[in-house]
């Protein structure tokens, strides 16, 4: 426990190296999870064919995969911060293996959810452990490790119209089962993790006194980390909902909109999440150069005029403006996740749970929630005003500087 709580004062000595061979290893773990649950909404148009189900039972299983892994995420993170477990990684995805098992051969809708539940479970252990062993591995660069780590799940899910274009169409749900390889291959690189985080623990030196001083400035400044916190939620919040919006409803207004083929509007989903993959890349190195907070604001600011005008472009200009705020305002995931491990130093996996997780869970009620608002206003109606979401964003400018968060726990 103690050498737990002293990890992030032992991390930000500028003499440690970042070791890129561990950041990179988690990263690609990451993009196999983020992979692997992909391939659960990618799969929807073939359940909905080969089972009959309906839209509510579709929308069931999206819930409970997103609703899984984001409720358990901070509460695995609480625990584990307590009492680390490097081998829980590797145990994680094994569920997630069993579960996409599962999701192959189910032979029914109870035992989809059931599967999903599995892949939820493996992947609500994997985030806020994977952000940590980021963190463990990034020396004084904090923001890059993360958006190596970062960026490998949000290729993953950049996945989700190749996966089901070139494996679930030509397959079907059996093609599901095929995802199992690349869960044991995760879960092996994961073993290898395992045996560097445990060698690392037992490297961290005993440093009661740190601990001491991180629990006395959060004691000091305990109000102004609550606002802090706060405010960074609600920018998680307005960025989780538009993504979500754009990820699930703009390719059937582009369809209507444009008259584009199905194929097509799935080539301007899969461009806005690879922008999006970028910008999470580089959002972390530029937050070491010129502040995590800076990132975050700039990111919602810059996003905002591309959101609001995209509905309104022809074609062409729409395409190039949804890659430019896929890519902008994904310059500040990472940089969330950093900001809020050293608003509260010694949570470093409850922190990474809890902001990665609701990125989860509001994905998941955002997609309930503007759905139902585009079945009552219409589709194009709500697609404008998704566009506005970024402003409640701005509400960044309000969070604490770089500085200011530093000083709290250097007292």
């Not at 030509?170 to 993790?193: E, K, R």
Request: net charge positive; aromatic share 12%.
């Amino acid at each position: 426990m103690n050498q737990q709580a002293t990890m992030p004062k032992k991390i930000t000595n500028s003499n440690e190296s970042t070791i890129f061979k561990v950041l990179f290893i988690i990263g690609l773990c990451h993009l196999l999870n983020d992979a692997i649950q992909a391939v659960v909404p990618a799969m929807f148009p073939i359940l909905e064919k080969s089972m009959g189900l309906s839209f509510t039972q579709l929308g069931i299983i999206a819930f409970s995969l997103n609703m899984v892994s984001s409720v358990m995420q901070p509460m695995i993170g609480f625990f584990t911060d307590k009492k680390p477990m490097p081998y829980i990684l590797p145990i994680g995805l094994t569920s997630t293996l069993f579960g996409v098992l599962g999701l192959g051969f189910a032979s029914g809708f109870n035992w989809i959810v059931l599967s999903v539940v599995f892949i939820g479970l493996g992947s609500a252990v994997f985030h806020p452990e994977g952000s940590r062993v980021a963190h463990m591995a990034a020396g004084d660069r904090r923001g890059l490790a993360q958006s190596i780590y970062q960026v490998g799940g949000n290729s993953g899910q950049a996945l989700a119209p190749l996966i089901t274009a070139l494996v679930l169409v030509p397959l079907g749900q059996a093609g599901a089962s095929w995802f199992s390889l690349a869960a044991a291959l995760a879960v092996v690189l994961l073993v290898y993790i395992a045996k560097w985080y445990k060698q690392r623990l037992h490297s961290i030196t005993r440093a009661s006194k740190k601990k001491i001083s991180v629990k006395a400035s959060g004691m000091n400044h305990a109000k102004d980390i609550k606002k802090a916190i706060f405010f960074i939620l609600l920018t998680i919040f307005a960025r989780s909902w538009y993504i979500s919006g754009m990820t699930n409803f703009y390719t059937f207004y582009t369809i209507h909109k444009y008259a584009l083929s199905i194929k097509e509007s799935q080539l301007f989903l899969f461009t806005f999440l690879v922008a999006g993959a970028i910008g999470t890349f580089f959002g972390g190195p530029l937050s070491d150069r010129f502040g995590k907070k800076k990132v975050i604001t700039f990111s919602m600011m810059v996003t905002l005029p591309f959101s609001i005008l995209i509905p309104y472009m022809p074609l062409a200009l729409a395409f190039i403006f949804l890659i430019f705020s896929g890519f902008i305002i994904m310059t500040s995931f990472s940089v969330t996740v950093v900001y809020a491990q050293e608003l509260v130093p010694g949570k470093i996996g409850m922190m990474s749970g809890l902001t990665v997780g609701l990125a989860f869970g509001m994905g998941a009620i955002g997609s309930v929630g503007l759905g139902y608002i585009a079945d009552l206003i219409g589709l194009p109606t709500m697609i404008a005003v998704l566009g506005i979401l970024p402003l409640i964003g701005l509400s960044s400018f309000l969070l604490p500087s770089d500085r200011a968060v530093q000083g709290w726990n250097n007292e």
